[in-house]
């Protein structure tokens, strides 16, 4: 059973090395552990008959130091169901039945890391001690991994580097009388493999194993990092790989040995990989979209070097069943393969370049008559090669070409993705589902696409029944199955039916078709319903960037529980304290205008924008974009919140905030994000409601009550306010806190000019009674003092310039006086109609009533000097084209005795003026004309000639002239000194 044939491998090297006809390369052996896996049922773990690669013959020296390198690749984790792992190596004796390691070593990549298990002949049966070497934070199936541990009995010493990285070093005290127990000689060699009993038995790998060398010395972590890098190939001194006495042991047969490059297959870069898709599809958008559903692109080239790799991925043996890519050669035991490659000649007819890049195609081998000449719609390059079966899991190809083709004719398409292998996920399952959440996309032995799971899981297109069928390991009589197209590659989002699957624990009633999505997209993407990825941030942002617009339905933003009652606050209560933590609310205004002061009716009219934050803890957010205006909520959202009632307590109807079509609420993105969960079906960024705020924003046009304190008028200062408070119901669960306040209104008004504005509480030591905001309005004085103040002073000037009329001008006089106190008084009611009735006097009531003293006295002060004058007689003169008596001692009680009496005294009168002078009697009688000219040199006349009281008359005419308008001038300089000492003052 165990005899080996080391020529066999050499046979195969050299039978590969001939067919390929390379030169300057290493081949090596490669074995397929497990490669015709039976994925719809459970391997028997608990029999040795396990696919092994181990060695045979000679034993090799036990050393005190020793290095262990491999390349594996795994497909699944192995041993699912008890404790998975994806590969094992072991060194040691084992028992003669191969059902357990006597003594040694083993070393195992488990899905919690690698660990080292050993064993010593006084342990128990399946018992052993362990070593746990970190976290190497796992590979992706069906990528090579390049491995170095090494171990230092002489210290304890052990440590592993991957993939050019030391992520372990550590030393164990234990490993040091474990290995003084051992025999000092490795009877048997596995790789990828090891017997064993316990939790997990007889460790299998599925996948593949090369390049396994073993050194009786440490390495230096420089040339492990080279060798696990691909940069250095050695071989052990103790143990080579190529010329060891290796052994395959298949009892059933499924494990294979092929031949491949180390260098350009097992080496290749990790950072990317090609995929066929099997299914004829126009290149443009056909091809172009379902490689963005691949989260690639059509693969191209440039340069000889890629299209020889391209090539060498075509030729495995699957691809020669695609149906839909090849075409059988007539008389020939070969087949045509075509598929399209991402180069065109769109912007120059003849000239091919890179379909993404632009860039330039410098190898173009030609198949006959082509590049067609003919006409300019053959635009899209196609390579074709004709295969042959070689025996081996690489075909042989020849004949290989490229061909520009109608872009809307179907050919075969390969896509080139940015990671080792094409990762999809499934969504929508539930956690205790038996499927598998991550599978990678293979092309079948059969030629078909097939998804094989990490773990158990496989799906495939069954063409006998027409629908994707879904297998577990677990449970191989269950099946799920969907019918959607097989060229959908089910990729996006399907209804699949598990009424087939046995026991299903994720059924919870109703039908048994779920909605399922399989996407390659990565963290941060969404996934369209047809499988293309796109950020998540454009999802739901008002434009379709989905193919399928999908991006843009269920565009729900806030996630609330059932029990979620918008009439209750989101505070918190305090159990340690056992009280309430109200929630805050933070308040800021903008004033926009001030559209009315009517201080007769101790309002005004304000046009202002309220802004309220706060966080509700209660809620989680989908999908929140950075900008705050992208995450408006539709009304119906809002109609669901709980929002701030706040009263407008200086306002007639005590008005409240409250959720309109008016009112803006939006979410501010704040805190991080978490993704949603795989059993959900939708890619979601889930925001917390407690690390991202909600703002309400809203327009308000309101008249408040403002008293306007007028007792200094014009130069007074009003402070008018907008109240704003917590109903009562909620003054122990809510506050309102100030936070900023705006003037985007102009600040300089009709009447006023807004000085000042601030927001704060209305009582610091009581924050439950709410906010104020507080504007202060200083009057325009200009106003007042070009209607009321110049008008008046311009009046008592001219009520002062009679002081200086003729005295014979002494009606003229009276006349101006009587007229500006009337003017004055009417000013006096205009002023005090246009401000609200008040019980106190205005500093402009003053001014005013002290402007009317002034014309009022000054008609006392001429009326009294006009009465200082006498002429000793009585005369006559023209009063208002009347003739009157004045004079003299007329009037006296005895000339008024009797009638004889009176008529004696006219009689003597008449006398009297026969004798005066022709001149004077002519002058007495022109005072009673109505000539203007006559009556005012009558007048004239008359003054001249009258007697004037020297002691009185000249007192009362300094008084007129000086001391009233000093007195006016005093009362000026105090009035405005006070008045402008407060308007100019910052005390309001």
């Not at 001038?969 to 402008?980: A, E």
Request: proline share 3%.
């Amino acid at each position: 059973m165990f005899a080996i044939m080391k020529s066999f491998v050499f046979y195969i090297l050299l039978l590969h090395l001939f067919d390929f006809r390379i030169v300057n390369t290493k081949m090596v052996p490669v074995y397929y552990l497990k490669k015709e896996f039976d994925y719809r049922n459970l391997m028997d773990y608990s029999k040795p008959d396990i696919d092994c690669v181990h060695t045979v013959g000679d034993p090799i020296p036990f050393p005190e130091k020793m290095t262990i390198c491999s390349r594996n690749m795994h497909i699944t984790y192995e041993n699912p169901v008890a404790s998975s792992y994806a590969t094992a190596f072991g060194f040691g004796t084992f028992l003669d039945d191969w059902s357990e390691l006597k003594e040694g070593f083993l070393y195992g990549e488990w899905e919690t890391g690698p660990w080292w298990g050993y064993r010593t002949k006084d342990k128990a049966p399946a018992a052993y001690g362990w070593v746990g070497l970190g976290d190497s934070g796992g590979s992706d199936h069906g990528v090579w991994r390049h491995t170095c541990a090494f171990l230092d009995f002489t210290n304890g010493r052990t440590g592993v580097i991957e993939n050019g990285r030391k992520f372990f070093d550590k030393k164990f005290e234990d490993l040091i009388p474990a290995y003084k127990g051992f025999e000092k000689k490795i009877r048997t060699v596995t790789a990828g493999c090891v017997y064993k009993l316990g939790t997990t038995p007889h460790m299998s790998q599925h996948g593949k194993v090369t390049d396994f060398q073993i050194w009786d010395k440490i390495l230096s972590d420089e040339d492990m990092i080279k060798i696990t890098n691909c940069e250095m190939f050695k071989s052990g001194n103790l143990l080579d790989w190529e010329n060891g006495n290796w052994f395959l042991n298949s009892s059933r047969g499924t494990a294979r040995m092929e031949v491949l490059d180390l260098q350009k297959e097992i080496c290749a870069p990790r950072t990317s990989s090609l995929h066929l898709i099997p299914y004829k599809l126009k290149f443009d958008p056909e091809a172009l979209h379902m490689c963005t559903k691949f989260s690639g692109k059509i693969a191209t080239y440039s340069k000889k070097k890629r299209f020889d790799e391209i090539t060498r991925f075509l030729r495995q043996k699957q691809h020669m069943k695609t149906e839909s890519c090849v075409k059988k050669i007539k008389d020939k035991e070969a087949w045509r393969f075509r598929t399209w490659v991402g180069n065109d000649d769109r912007e120059q007819e003849g000239i091919f370049e890179n379909w993404y890049t632009n860039e330039l195609v410098e190898y173009t081998p030609w198949a006959d008559a082509r590049p067609y000449v003919g006409g300019t719609r053959y635009n899209c390059m196609m390579l074709e090669m004709h295969l042959e079966d070689s025996g081996t899991p690489k075909a042989r190809m020849y004949d290989i070409t490229v061909n520009d083709e109608e872009c809307a004719v179907g050919f075969c398409n390969l896509c080139e993705v940015p990671s080792p292998v094409r990762k999809m996920v499934v969504r929508g399952l539930c956690v205790l589902s038996m499927f598998d959440k991550v599978y990678n996309y293979v092309i079948n032995e059969d030629g078909q696409p097939m998804y094989i799971g990490s773990r158990t899981s496989v799906l495939f297109y069954d063409k006998e029944k027409l629908s994707w069928v879904w297998y577990d390991r677990k449970s191989s009589k269950s099946v799920a199955t969907s019918i959607s197209p097989e060229a959908s590659l089910l990729i996006g989002v399907h209804n699949v039916d598990f009424s087939g699957v046995i026991d299903d624990k994720c059924y919870t009633g109703g039908s048994k078709e779920k909605r399922i999505k399989l996407t390659t997209c990565s963290y941060g993407e969404y996934t369209c319903n047809d499988g293309q990825c796109i950020d998540i941030e454009q999802r739901c942002d008002q434009t379709s960037n989905c193919n399928d617009e999908s991006d843009e339905d269920n565009c729900k933003m806030i996630f609330m529980k059932d029990n979620y009652n918008k009439k209750i606050p989101p505070f918190f209560f305090d159990k340690i304290n056992n009280k309430n933590i109200p929630v805050n609310v933070n308040a800021s205004m903008s004033v926009i205008d001030i559209i009315k002061i009517a201080e007769v009716d101790h309002t005004f009219t304000l046009k202002f924008r309220l802004v309220l934050e706060w966080y509700d803890y209660r809620i989680k957010y989908y999908n929140l974009k950075r900008s705050r205006s992208a995450n408006a909520l539709a009304i119906e959202e809002v109609q669901k919140l709980w929002i701030p009632f706040l009263v407008f307590d200086n306002t007639e109807n005590n008005e409240a905030t409250k959720g309109t079509e008016d009112t803006e609420l939006t979410l501010s993105r704040e805190g991080d994000f978490i993704g949603s969960e795989d059993t959900v079906v939708e890619e979601i960024n889930i925001f917390e409601g407690k690390f991202n705020r909600i703002t309400f924003e809203q327009v308000f046009t309101k008249t408040f009550k403002c008293v306007y304190k007028l007792q200094l008028y014009p130069f007074d200062t009003q402070i008018c306010r907008v109240n704003l408070v917590v109903r009562k119901l909620e003054t122990g669960v809510m506050m309102v806190t100030p936070n900023m306040l705006a003037m985007e209104s102009e600040t300089v008004l009709t009447q006023y000019i807004i000085k000042n504005w601030t927001l704060a509480y209305n009582n610091i030591t009581d924050p439950n009674q709410g906010i104020r905001m507080e504007l202060v309005l200083k009057r325009r004085i200009m106003n007042a003092v070009l209607t009321v103040y110049l008008p008046t002073l311009l009046i008592l000037t001219i009520v002062y310039a009679t002081n200086f009329f003729k005295d014979f001008f002494f009606e003229a006089v009276v006349t101006v006086n009587l007229t500006a106190l009337l003017v004055l008084t009417t000013l006096f009611i205009s002023v005090s109609s246009s401000l609200p009735l008040t019980a106190y006097v205005k500093m402009v009531d003053i001014w005013l009533i002290f402007a009317q003293v002034i014309p009022w006295i000054e008609v006392l002060l001429h009326t009294f000097i006009d009465m200082m004058r006498s002429e000793g007689e009585e005369r006559e003169i023209n009063h208002h084209g009347k003739t009157i008596t004045v004079g003299g001692d007329g009037g006296s009680e005895e000339s008024l005795a009797t009638e004889d009496g009176l008529i004696d005294q006219m009689e003597n009168k008449q006398n009297h003026l026969r004798v005066e002078s022709r001149l004077q009697t002519a002058d007495y009688n022109k005072m009673t004309q109505r000539d203007e000219e006559q009556l005012v040199d009558a007048r004239k006349a008359f003054y001249e000639n009258a007697t004037v009281n020297t002691d009185i008359v000249p007192k009362l005419q300094f008084v007129a002239k000086y001391v009233i308008p000093a007195g006016l001038l005093t009362f000026s300089i105090c009035y405005w000194t006070y008045g402008l000492s407060y308007y100019f003052s910052d005390d309001f």
